[in-house]
């Protein structure tokens, strides 16, 4: 079992810069893929940034060269650094982790890019 609880969300203004946390309870290291989803009211939730155990990271077109995606296992965290935040990157942010065949989702927070 693994539970994931996101923090470090907020409001900002465009051109700001956020860092998402996903402290997750168990050994992350020992997951198969970490990922960070986000969702708009009446839309799919979709595919942010995802990293791999063997440190290989795959980005949405649309945050490309804008986000990173890490982890510090130490820590059992997984971090989503945000910069140069446009409007349309509003929604609420989800962490995700597949661990052997079962996949957890953290409870969101919600990222606000606004003026």
């Known amino acids: 079992q693994v539970q994931l609880v996101e923090s470090g969300g907020g409001l900002v203004q465009p051109g700001g810069s956020l860092r998402l946390s996903c402290a997750a309870s168990g050994n992350i290291l020992s997951a198969n893929y970490m990922a960070w989803y986000r969702q708009i009211p009446g839309k799919e939730r979709e595919l942010v940034a995802g990293?791999?155990?063997?440190?290989?990271?795959d980005y949405s077109p649309s945050v490309k060269g804008r986000f990173s995606i890490s982890t510090d296992g130490a820590k059992n965290t997984v971090y989503l650094q945000m910069s140069d935040l446009k409007p349309e990157d509003t929604a609420v942010y989800y962490c995700?982790?597949?661990?052997?065949?079962?996949?957890?989702w953290g409870q969101g927070t919600q990222v606000t890019v606004s003026s």
């Open positions: 990293i791999t155990r063997a440190n290989n990271r």
């Open positions: 995700y982790a597949i661990k052997g065949t079962e996949g957890y």
